[in-house]
């Protein structure tokens, strides 16, 4: 079984910085590229980033590159996504999401397991 817990998400005020965490379990952890993806009320799930398996390649969604950063430690079966000059269009529920394989891609319906969902709130 697929077990993913994100943590780390909070209220911050535009401009701000937070690091989530996605501890994974159940699982070798460092076999499989892992994601980011976020969600507002009523829109579809938003792919943010996601970090090949050994950590040498990352993928970002436009709105984000340049402010956020995804990284991994295998050893610890943890990634994070680590959120600088953060706006209120980045509020969002944030998931992690373990993919198919070992690179990255930004389709959900690439991913099979996900963790229950942070909140982050980015007022202005």
């Known amino acids: 079984q697929v077990q993913l817990v994100e943590s780390g998400g909070g209220l911050v005020q535009a401009g701000d910085s937070l690091r989530l965490s996605c501890v994974g379990s159940?699982?070798?952890?460092?076999?499989?590229?892992m994601g980011w993806f976020r969600q507002t009320p009523g829109k579809e799930r938003e792919f943010v980033g996601a970090i090949s398996w050994s950590g040498g390649y990352t993928y970002y969604a436009d709105s984000v590159k340049g402010r956020f950063t995804i990284s991994r430690d295998n050893a610890k079966n943890t990634m994070y996504l680590q959120m600088n000059s953060l706006k209120p269009e980045d509020t969002a529920v944030y998931y992690c999401?373990?993919?198919?394989?070992?690179?990255?891609?930004?389709?959900?319906?690439?991913?099979?397991?996900w963790g229950q969902g942070t909140q982050v709130t980015v007022s202005s």
């Open positions: 159940g699982w070798i952890f460092s076999n499989y590229a």
């Open positions: 999401a373990r993919r198919r394989g070992r690179s990255g891609s930004y389709l959900p319906s690439e991913y099979d397991g």
